[in-house]
């Protein structure tokens, strides 16, 4: 490690040169034994938070069929209905799908296919027979759960190494405004034949 010689008995070593040292020797430290305790707490509780929301929404969207009824031109129709309008491969239709309570609903969302009138596909609806986005899943859960962790085990590292660099940009600081004093004392006999320097 670079910072390993600052300890090492030289009449050149400051007392700020073995404080870096230390601050190096703390941040690494902190960082091995903080980053991973905040990353697996962070993950294991979004997890848990996930998991709870994959449950709840798989009690509360249902997987129906609708039935394409014509291609939707221009966008203000059914707006805020569709789910996925905008992504790539999918096309806006008008189409009617089953509500819990038997009656038929009828909006705009998106499809996969194109339309054409009658084709039927798969849709998700809420409770109230409302599109609703695909329920989350358990493997997206557990991957979004894992970059939390991994994001805030990094978080926790940029934090340390930041309260590292501002210690040593103190001390180097502090260090220059030693070097300025030291000058300005042996600015006034320098060069001087008798000041015995």
């Known amino acids: 490690m670079a910072f390993v010689w600052r300890w090492r008995r030289n009449p050149l070593r400051r007392r700020s040169d073995v404080l870096e040292a230390w601050a190096g020797v703390a941040a690494v430290v902190l960082v091995l034994m903080t980053a991973p305790v905040v990353g697996w707490v962070t993950g294991t509780a979004a997890h848990q938070a996930l998991r709870e929301t994959v449950r709840e929404q798989h009690l509360h969207r249902h997987l129906v069929t609708a ?99 501002l ?14 004093r030291a000058w300005e004392r042996a600015g006034h006999t320098w060069g001087r034949a008798d000041a015995g320097s």
């Open 167 to 180: 210690v040593v940009w103190r001390l180097a600081r502090r260090r220059f405004a030693q070097w300025d």
């Open 67 to 165: 039935t394409t009824v014509r291609a939707v031109h221009g966008g203000a129709e059914g707006a805020g209905l569709d789910t996925g309008a905008g992504r790539e491969g999918y096309h806006r239709v008008v189409a009617r799908w089953p509500g819990p309570d038997g009656r038929e609903r009828t909006g705009a969302v998106a499809a996969r296919q194109p339309a054409v009138p009658g084709r039927r596909f798969p849709l998700w609806t809420d409770d109230l027979g409302r599109v609703a986005p695909r329920p989350l899943d358990d493997a997206t859960a557990t991957v979004h759960a894992v970059l939390a962790g991994a994001g805030a085990a990094a978080a926790t590292a940029a934090l340390v190494e930041g309260a590292r660099r």
